[in-house]
């Protein structure tokens, strides 16, 4: 027990360490992101940072599989170029000891990392979705000022209403020019799709006016309800409608880019494990050579398989690739680990043979 907790504290330490250094990475970058969507007025400042919070689970599902992984590379790394691993050696301690005692807290990070990507990250995505709902409702009246004339959309519709209700959500005697369209209205709403995400803005009781262009003709149209289209859903809020569905729904659709959601939460679970088979057998290092010799084929061999699996994820929601495909590619990467944990035994037990 003592040697197996100086090798998790180790371990752990030194991930506690690459966890945070990618946290700060990553966040830094989104908020860099969020306060440019502030300043433009997308989005409100209030929410920047509440929606930064309840974007870490989504974070750290990705960080936490990649920090154990370097982790154990530098921790016995560090073992192996300071022969303290041969010293373990000397006393008895074998390699598939010290693999299993690796494999307890990769356990562990298997949990949690399940914990987040299943539940704690579709829960924070959700809760972000509704953020932006109410949001994306309130944007386009917060920058009306009633008795004014105000470009919106780009300066291509012009809009007009006479007052606002207290909270700003409803608009009364209404005009809006966009392009050859003039409409005018008692009063206007507005409301998102629950389907597509889409803003429109409701008109109840107007008329719409079509001019034909170098001409003087129009026609004209009586209405009790119009809907007008304010601005379709972002593409990142459509991929944050996806992420914040619950796993137990995701099993029942046969959608495929439900389907490649499912895959991706349940791939960052199996990456673990895969991960740390393959850096168990890197991290053993000459010491002339230092911790560092095989942290970069390592770190290639990692990216290739995050980007194959985020690559097939896309593939899979237009319906261009077989889910066989993905589950194909933890068993190449089982394989690879498998052989780089076997490979030298093999190798070494050939040459006794051929010397006899």
């Known amino acids: 027990m003592i040697l197996f907790r100086y090798l998790a504290r180790d371990v752990l330490s030194t991930m506690a360490a690459v966890t945070l250094v990618l946290l700060m990475i990553m966040m830094s970058g989104r908020l860099i992101q969020q306060l440019a969507s502030a300043a433009a007025g997308e989005v409100s400042l209030e929410i920047v940072f509440f ?39 000397a006393t008895g301690f074998s390699e598939n000891r010290l693999l299993g005692y690796t494999l307890i807290p990769t356990f562990a990070v298997m949990v949690v990392v399940g914990f987040f990507s299943l539940y704690l990250s579709p829960t924070g995505a959700q809760k972000m979705e509704d953020l932006y709902r109410k949001q994306a409702e309130l944007t386009e009246f917060e920058l009306l000022v009633p008795g004014r004339f105000q470009s919106t959309k780009k300066g291509s519709r012009v809009t007009y209403t006479e007052s606002l209700s207290a909270d700003k959500t409803e608009m009364n005697h209404v005009f809006i020019a966009d392009g050859n369209t003039l409409l005018v209205a008692e009063r206007g709403s507005q409301y998102v799709s629950d389907e597509t995400g889409s803003r429109f803005l409701e008109l109840h009781g107007g008329r719409r006016f079509d001019i034909t262009p170098d001409s003087l003709q129009y026609s004209v149209l009586d209405f009790e309800k119009y809907g007008v289209k304010i601005a379709d859903e972002p593409e990142e809020r459509k991929k944050l409608r996806r992420e914040a569905i619950p796993t137990s729904e995701l099993f029942d659709s046969e959608h495929p880019k439900f389907r490649a959601q499912l895959l991706w939460r349940i791939s960052l679970i199996i990456m673990v494990p895969v991960l740390i088979l393959i850096a168990f057998p890197l991290s053993k290092v000459n010491p002339r050579q230092g911790r560092f010799a095989r942290m970069f084929p390592a770190i290639v061999l990692f990216m290739v398989y995050i980007s194959l699996l985020i690559a097939m994820r896309g593939m899979i929601e237009k319906k261009g690739f077989p889910e066989a495909g993905l589950w194909a590619l933890h068993l190449i990467y089982l394989a690879i680990a498998l052989a780089l944990l076997t490979g030298p035994g093999v190798l070494r037990r050939l040459r006794l043979r051929a010397m006899k």
């Open 51 to 89: 929606t930064l919070l309840l974007r870490m689970p989504s974070f750290l599902e990705m960080i936490l599989p990649m920090a154990l992984f370097i982790s154990v590379l530098l921790a016995y790394g560090r073992m192996y170029a300071e022969n303290e691993m041969t010293v373990l050696s």
